[in-house]
């Protein structure tokens, strides 16, 4: 941050004591993660996107889900959420209502979207 304000390298505070820093914002396309990825080199980090809703995809047998349980987070360099496993690549983590349990065909779908695959577990979180 430039200025005198709490957190200014220009002020003389040490960056690391600021840790960990939030950044929140709006309405950006998926392709601004390349540059935060390059910028971090081997440092951990997590990006949540928020998105309008899972459509449906009848080819899948899967039914639209509210915006509410539509959110996916990608985490570079490590494979949980809290950056505590270190790792040399990165993970997506989906989050999607399980009413029917039918929503492990939808991590398949997008997996199968991009050419990945599920590596992880299925987890059951509070939202």
Not at 25 to 50: K, N, S, Y
Request: aromatic share 8%; charged share 25%; net charge negative.
């Amino acid at each position: 941050m430039a200025g005198k304000k709490h957190g200014s390298s220009e002020a003389g505070d040490n960056p690391a004591d600021c840790l960990p820093v939030r950044v929140f914002d709006w309405g950006h396309p998926l392709d601004r993660a390349e540059p935060f990825i390059a910028a971090l080199g081997p440092d951990p980090a997590a990006v949540r996107w928020d998105l309008d809703a899972w459509p449906a995809v009848p080819e899948a047998g899967l039914e639209e889900i509210s915006q509410k349980y539509a959110y996916l987070t990608l985490t570079v360099n490590s494979r949980d959420l809290y950056q505590d496993e270190p790792s040399q690549d990165h993970a997506v983590h989906v989050y999607a209502r399980d009413r029917n349990a039918d929503q492990i065909a939808r991590v398949h779908w997008l997996a199968d979207q991009v050419g990945g695959r599920l590596t992880g577990r299925v987890e059951l979180a509070p939202l």
